[in-house]
């Protein structure tokens, strides 16, 4: 259990998470303009007269965007809810050109109910994290204040993508149960298996760095052993990890100094300082209430039927913790192997093509790409889930891999070899495995006979050595091995040549 060490006691952490997800769709929530949103973009280049709410344009709702939420729904394992619609939520900034944005209500069900994500607390064992809903919404425009000294400016491209707003539950009516997030790596865990399930079915890129996934952090402290819940704070808008890990523990330290000091907590949106790792009161926190929600005239309610789910989720690939799951038992990997291989699809996706079913080769293909090709990531493309981009000349194939283990497998090449013909392809040499062995004369010597002729000279030409290794000097199996090799120039079977010469030596 997560605690924090007070003046007067020990403290554990509640915290709540609203992660708001850009949704892929090549058009908006509710107008035909493009939704690739991005900052090479020109400003105000993908704006629709629907988007800056120009008189008489009405909103015609994009049907992809609400499947894209049944998807994300059905990987957050949430039910889905059959009867749901929009509201205008009231508030105004010069970002969102109608003076209120187009939400889902927040006291009616959204299109995704209750739900859960599985992560691993800070002990290591198995918690269930619970989703409150996930709602859908349009994002507002992004303000730039540093392109004029004394004027702001106003990009509209943004203004329209949907958002899906994923909100974890606290069970206000049995505070005793710890379903909730308890501390800032479980934030962490949480966020990125948020991240890992959208990736994973194509729902979002839910890439931080380009905000296309941020989150609006809340906490309250209690004392150890309370059964009631305190005031929260929120901290909004946060794009990386770091910076919420960062975020909670100063603004848990700075609400336990408060009520340690006599004071009180209140219900305030605060400001991150990313500079110094600071937050501070922005404004009072608004509820629920204050966004004065209505049904919106212009859009009819949203009929979701069963045969929808079902076609949606028979579409749905295998959710990395599914994957990793299988990678372990089925092909014996470890966890920190299958972990990385599931970082996002397009890598399992490369591994399963170069495993192919062989599940005798799996390990050994799982440890070339961790070891080899996970090493060079200037040549590794992570994001093209047919090959591994090498140089201009040539690609590493999923097949290329499968051979040259199978290679190793069957005594062709040995491991040398082996890493001399893949180095030969990071470089650029054109062929397939074999090909290349052929091509430079890397076949692996496996006639015993011709073998076992080097060995014995191997052996007449170091007679001290050999009686240092019959007295117990065993560790000179090497010196001999090593010899061999390089009267072989490397080619021999290895294998061949420890079991021969530890019959003559014996």
Not at 80 to 87: L, P, V
Request: hydrophobic share 35%.
């Amino acid at each position: 259990m997560f605690t924090i060490k007070g003046k007067t006691g020990d403290w554990e952490l509640v915290i709540g998470l609203e992660t708001h997800i850009e949704v892929l769709s090549e058009s908006k929530l509710f107008s035909g303009a493009s939704a690739d949103y991005n900052p090479t973009v020109s400003p105000n280049t993908q704006v629709s007269m629907v988007d800056v709410a120009m008189p008489g344009m009405l909103p015609v709702l994009n049907e992809h965007c609400v499947e894209q939420a049944i998807k994300m729904g059905l990987g957050l394992n949430a039910e889905i809810s059959r009867h749901n619609r929009f509201a205008r939520k009231q508030y105004f900034y010069p970002d969102l050109p109608q003076g209120y944005q187009i939400s889902q209500p927040a006291d009616e069900a959204p299109v995704v109910g209750r739900g859960w994500v599985e992560i691993t607390d800070d002990e290591g064992n198995p918690k269930k994290i619970f989703i409150e809903r996930a709602h859908m919404e349009q994002d507002a425009a992004k303000n730039k204040h540093d392109m004029h000294p004394a004027k702001s400016f106003v990009d509209f491209n943004r203004t329209g993508v949907m958002l899906l707003e994923i909100v974890t539950f606290l069970d206000t009516k049995n505070p005793e149960n710890n379903s909730y997030i308890s501390s800032p790596d479980e934030a962490e865990k949480y966020l990125r298996a948020i991240r890992e399930i959208a990736r994973a079915l194509g729902v979002s890129r839910a890439n931080m760095e380009e905000g296309s996934m941020r989150a609006d952090v809340n906490v309250s402290v209690r004392r150890v052993g309370e059964t009631t819940f305190r005031t929260r704070t929120e901290t909004k808008n946060m794009v990386s990890f770091k910076f919420i890990k960062t975020a909670i523990e100063y603004e848990a330290r700075r609400q336990i100094e408060l009520y340690e000091n006599g004071g009180t907590v209140t219900q305030d949106t605060m400001r991150f300082h990313q500079d110094d790792g600071t937050t501070s009161v922005a404004r009072s926190k608004e509820d629920a209430l204050d966004y004065r929600y209505f049904p919106d005239p212009d859009l009819l309610p949203i009929e979701i039927t069963d045969e929808q789910i079902e076609r949606i989720r028979s579409t749905m690939p295998e959710l990395p913790s599914a994957t990793r799951v299988r990678y372990t038992t089925e092909f014996g990997l470890s966890e920190y192997d299958a972990a990385r291989l599931t970082e996002n699809t397009n890598i399992s996706h490369w591994f399963n093509t170069a495993v192919n079913g062989n599940a005798k080769q799996a390990k050994a293909i799982a440890n070339w790409m961790i070891s080899e090709l996970f090493a060079h990531p200037e040549n590794w493309d992570e994001k093209n889930e047919q090959s591994g981009i090498v140089n201009e000349m040539r690609i590493i194939t999923p097949s290329d891999l499968s051979e040259l283990v199978e290679m190793i497998s069957d005594n062709t090449v040995n491991g040398k070899q082996a890493k001399e013909i893949f180095i030969k392809m990071l470089d650029g040499e054109s062929g397939s495995p074999k090909e290349i062995a052929d091509k430079f004369g890397m076949k692996q010597m496996t006639d015993t006979g011709a073998i076992e002729k080097i060995i014995d000279e191997v052996i007449a030409a170091n007679p001290s050595q050999v009686e240092q290794y019959k007295s117990g000097k065993v560790g000179l199996l090497g010196f001999f091995v090593g010899n061999v090799m390089k009267a072989t120039g490397g080619t021999a079977n290895p294998a061949i040549v420890n079991e021969i010469i530890r019959k003559k030596l014996a």
